[in-house]
């Protein structure tokens, strides 16, 4: 995460070995997402925000999983494409999830 830094904060993202370092694009935005909660080891919200230096530059958003047909209505949306393929694709999901816990 520390490479990240200096891209964060000078939109410039140095490549070691290589002694370049390529400026983000106006417009440029970083998302990331991550899993908190009882699985991470440490203990509690402010133990992990010491621990995390980009702590500062994130905005943190709580989301629910997507419920009933919301995953299937998200996944026409973005790709209508693949409309003829999302139920099987969605079914392919569900299995991979379950297998996985």
Known sequence: ???L????E?????????G???VAAGGFQLF???????GRAGGGAAANARADPLAGL?????LEPPRGDEPMEILRGMH???TPLAHGML????VAQRMCG
């Open 80 to 82: 209508p494409k693949l």
């Open 32 to 38: 990331g997402t991550t899993t908190t909660g009882g």
């Open 58 to 62: 994130w905005s943190r958003v709580a």
């Open 5 to 8: 830094v200096p891209l964060l």
């Open 1 to 3: 995460l520390a490479a």
């Open 10 to 18: 000078e939109r410039r993202l140095y490549i070691p070995g290589r």
């Open 20 to 22: 370049e370092s390529v």
């Open 91 to 94: 079914r392919t999901l569900n």
